[in-house]
Structure formats: structure tokens, C-alpha cells
């Protein structure tokens, strides 16, 4: 058995507004499941950010960013730092969403500055990364996937130390909104290449401690099957987190 507590983050993307963002995160705060068992964590348009944060109260609900950028201030217009994220509240961020390196053009180089950034402000970065449909057909699945970790994590390479609460989603983008869920054993051998990646490049130590969320398509009905994988720690939830009807039973997969 594994010393790693379940890690489950809705992303809720471009949408709800803030009314909806209370409503929905008050919902989860009231059924989520005894934090001893599973984390929990939100990620709300910037600007519901504050407003859903003052709804969590002192409830155990972690928040998160969907970007950032990686300066804490300066000529970056559209642009929004670390520091504002701490400042609002939140204590993680997602980084290198698929969305964002495919429809904003955010590189491997990108997102290594903003993880490195984000550990450096004290947020705990949620690193993505996942192959295309047409990488997968061509059997590129793993080199891809080395790839954007040697890419995405290379401060850390050169620094040689991982800091371990840094968290990797495995989103396989041909499952993401699609329906198309990565069976549990396609999911499960990605996660293992990852966590080995993770021990030859740092140590066994932090490969054992880093938490590697799944995410494409997680639903209530597939996530018990994902989670039952020795190498998913935790899911990473789009369509299915915008809904407490749906986001719960997600939570509590292992009822
Ligand atoms: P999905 O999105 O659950 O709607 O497939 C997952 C994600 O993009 O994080």
C-alpha cells in the first residue's frame, strides 16, 4: 500500500459565473469526504477566485489557478502572477493544460519557468501533460510523454531535486471532453513510466511521493476502476466537476 493520499481537482475551466461558483463549491463543501482520506481542490475562473474562496471558509477544500505566468509583477498585460495568486487565496496551480499548449501556445520551456515560479511563491504546481490521438496511433505515446516531462520539469532536473508535493496530471488528449476515458491499464502503464521517469531522474524517494493525477473524461461510473491502479493517485475532472450531482460521487469513489 502506497503513502499517498487521493488527490481530486475539479477544473472547472471557462465557465460557471460567481453566483454558480458559490453555489457549486458550497455544495461540495457540505458532502466532501473526510479530508484524513482525500484532497480536494477547485479550479475556478480568475475572476470567481476570491469570491469562491471566502465561500470555502475553513473548510478543506484546496484552490487552485488554471495559469499563471511566472514574473511576480510587471509589463505583462493579460497576464497574472504568483503573488496575486497567493493573495486571493490560492494554494495551487494548474500549469501546461492541454488547452492551453494547444489554443494559447504554451511550451514545454513555458511551463518548466512557471512550475519552477510557483514552487518558488509557495504554490504547488499541477504539472500536465498527454499525448495526442495521432501520437498514440503512432505508438509515440512514451517518448512524447518523457519529452514533456524533460521539457516541463527541467529547473528541477538541473537543480537535481524534485520538491515532492508537486503534482503531475496524465491527460491524454484524445479523452479530454471527448467520452473517451483511457482504460485503467492504459492509464496505469503511463503512470508507471512516469514514476520511473520521476526515480531515475531525482530518486526513488520523491518518485514514491509526487502524486500522479489522471484526468480525460472521469466520470463517477470510471473513476473507482481508474483509482483501483497502483500508479493513479487522483483525478484531474473537467465536464464532470461542474456539477455537485457528479463531482461528489467522484470524491467519494472509494464508498
Ligand atoms: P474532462 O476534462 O473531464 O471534461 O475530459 C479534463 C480536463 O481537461 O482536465
Redesign the pocket.
Known amino acids: 500500500m502506497n503513502q499517498r493520499k487521493p488527490f481530486m481537482a475539479g477544473?472547472w475551466?471557462m465557465n460557471l459565473n460567481r453566483e454558480e461558483s458559490v453555489a457549486l463549491v458550497t455544495a461540495i463543501a457540505e458532502e466532501a469526504p473526510d479530508p484524513e482520506r482525500v484532497d480536494v481542490l477547485v479550479a475556478p475562473p480568475f475572476t470567481s477566485i476570491a469570491t469562491v474562496r471566502e465561500a470555502i471558509g475553513n473548510k478543506p477544500i484546496f484552490l487552485a489557478a488554471q495559469n499563471m505566468h511566472w514574473e511576480s509583477q510587471g509589463a505583462y498585460t493579460g497576464e497574472v502572477s504568483p503573488t496575486m495568486l497567493l493573495e486571493v487565496g490560492c494554494t495551487h496551480v494548474i500549469l501546461g493544460?492541454?488547452?492551453r499548449r494547444s489554443l494559447f501556445g504554451e511550451t514545454d520551456g513555458m511551463i518548466d519557468r512557471k512550475a519552477n515560479s510557483a514552487c518558488n511563491f509557495g504554490l504547488t504546481p499541477i504539472v500536465?501533460i498527454g499525448e495526442s490521438l495521432e501520437e498514440r496511433e503512432q505508438e509515440r505515446t512514451s517518448e512524447v510523454i518523457a519529452a514533456q516531462l524533460q521539457g516541463s520539469l527541467r529547473s528541477f532536473r538541473r537543480q537535481k531535486v524534485l520538491p515532492p508535493v508537486v503534482i503531475v496530471?496524465y491527460?491524454p488528449v484524445w479523452?479530454?471532453?471527448?467520452g473517451k476515458t483511457a482504460t485503467p491499464e492504459q492509464a496505469q502503464e503511463v503512470h508507471n513510466q512516469i514514476r520511473q521517469w520521476l526515480a531515475a531522474q531525482f530518486d526513488g524517494n520523491t518518485a514514491e511521493k509526487v502524486r500522479i493525477l489522471y484526468?480525460?473524461?472521469?466520470k463517477p461510473d470510471n473513476v473507482k476502476e481508474l483509482m483501483s491502479m497502483p500508479d493513479v493517485d487522483g483525478a484531474?475532472?473537467?465536464?464532470?466537476?461542474l456539477k455537485a450531482s457528479s463531482f461528489l460521487p467522484i470524491l467519494r469513489f472509494y464508498l
Open positions: 477544473n475551466k493544460h492541454s488547452e500536465c496530471a491527460e479523452a479530454i471532453g471527448t484526468g480525460g473524461s472521469v484531474l475532472v473537467g465536464g464532470a466537476s
